[in-house]
């Protein structure tokens, strides 16, 4: 079983969390420089074994941390003089996120030298803050899959157990934070891409309501679908990103237009679950679940009931539908969004004698199998005949799965369930069997159907000290008390100290 800490407070750079480290270059314990320095070092030794970063920045890392210095220096002794509680703080972003001048591969062959001119709105939002850039995580090629094994520049392993998958797409995020490559990373979340990973690699991860962080920027997989999430150590590091890159934006049509309520963790109210009522759906717990999963997940859920938390059954009874409704929906939108990737406009381009040929060989020789096998699945799926058989009906029956959150929203505060059916799986376990693959997303997938926030924090371990994730599902807008339960939790238990 790993070792837990009872607390964060060590002394080791690389082992503070974010708000740790926020308060400790307040005090200059320690420059941007010299903490920015000991991320690079780590990245440096561990990148070989894990692999968990694409692009790694330390130039522009270096500089971001330099400025950071002298922005921090010059508030000393002027207590009225505010700035940004991020400052000189770093991070590593995606490589499904633009940053300007740095190349954004998506993870594939087509996009390997691609470098975007501006950065994405989150990204935007948190440079501007002063955070530090440490470099572009691995992904799964245009965030298509469950386990980081289909990125063009090699597997992310999970630190936990190197023969093990980080989960995915967002897995060298997850993979980066858990190994203590980086305090915090942004992920994308399109049907559980923030939050498996955060459950295989034992960290906290937010996938926000639809709308709430713009997906400018953001490199399209499925458009209805995709989120810009956060992972980190605990609910309170997420919840100062969330915070900081939530919020309208005119360059994303689907941007919601309400304030963002401030979240404050500083304080652990002891009342915090008590009249909480959290409904545990029926339909989460099937046939196949690992017993230590459904064991751990049963056990928070009754400690949360011991701290004043009113638990009831629930019935989700369109769950079932939500791996074919997902996998017909989102390819489809992959479909449309993966056309503009032809070898004309930008990117790669293969060699070719005719405008058709240079489609073709592009597209056939640098696209990845699993991301041909979805933009088929979607293309066939929109195709002349075959609309409203299947992406037409795959629409209605979403909106079956929306209502029912719906009415059981209506009984219930937050929804609790297991992230996967299983711990983390062994590399190339699922690689000849892609709906395998596509069960491990069966209880992420209907919160990215209905639009709703959700968050995976650590609750246990299996018997090969594995870390087992829950999610919490809630109303939407309301990830404010998804981060308020998580942090109660998380000043209760220590899970979420232990380390790989």
Known sequence: MPSCASSNSKSDLLNLTLNQIVHSLRKRDFSCQELTLAYLNHIENLQPSLNSYITITPELALSQASIADQRLSDIQGHPDETLSLLCGVPIAIKDILCVANVRCTCGSRILENFKPSY???????????????????????????SSTENSAFGVTH????????????????????????????????????????????????IKPTYGRVSRFGLIAYG????????????????ALIYSSMAGYDPMDSTSIELPIPAIDLSDFPKETFKGLRIGVPKEYFIPGIQDEVETAVMES?????????????????????????????????????????????????????????????????????????????????????????????????????????????????????????????LIGEHTDDPLAMYLEDVFTLPANLSGIPSLAFPVGFDKLGLPIGMQLMAPHFQEALLLRVAHAYQQLTNWHTCMP
């Open 119 to 145: 950065d994405a709105t989150a990204v935007r939002k948190l440079r501007d803050l002063g955070m530090v850039f440490l470099g572009k995580t691995n992904t799964d090629e245009f965030a298509m899959g």
């Open 301 to 425: 859920i009754h400690f949360m009931e011991r701290s004043g938390a009113q638990t009831q059954s629930i019935n989700l009874p369109h769950t079932k539908y939500a791996v074919p409704v997902y996998y017909l929906v989102a390819p489809s939108e992959a479909s449309a969004n993966l056309a503009r990737y032809d070898g004309i406009r930008y990117g790669t381009r293969q060699p070719a004698e005719s405008i058709l040929e240079v489609f073709q060989k592009t597209r056939g020789e640098l696209f990845g199998p699993e991301v041909k096998r979805r933009i088929m699945l979607g293309t066939y799926a929109l195709s002349a005949g075959y609309y409203d058989a299947y992406y037409g009906q795959a629409q209605k029956v979403r909106a079956l799965i929306q209502n029912d959150f719906r009415e059981a929203f209506g009984s219930v505060d937050l929804i609790a369930a297991p992230v996967s059916p299983t711990t983390a799986f």
């Open 158 to 205: 999970n630190p936990w157990n190197l023969e093990r998958v980080p989960g995915g797409s967002s897995g060298g995020s997850a993979a980066a934070v858990a190994a203590h490559l980086a305090p915090v990373a942004l992920g994308t979340d399109t049907g559980g891409s923030v939050r498996q990973p955060a459950s295989f690699c034992g960290v906290t991860g």
């Open 223 to 238: 458009s209805s679908l995709d989120a810009v999430g956060v992972i980190g150590h605990n609910a309170a590091d997420v």
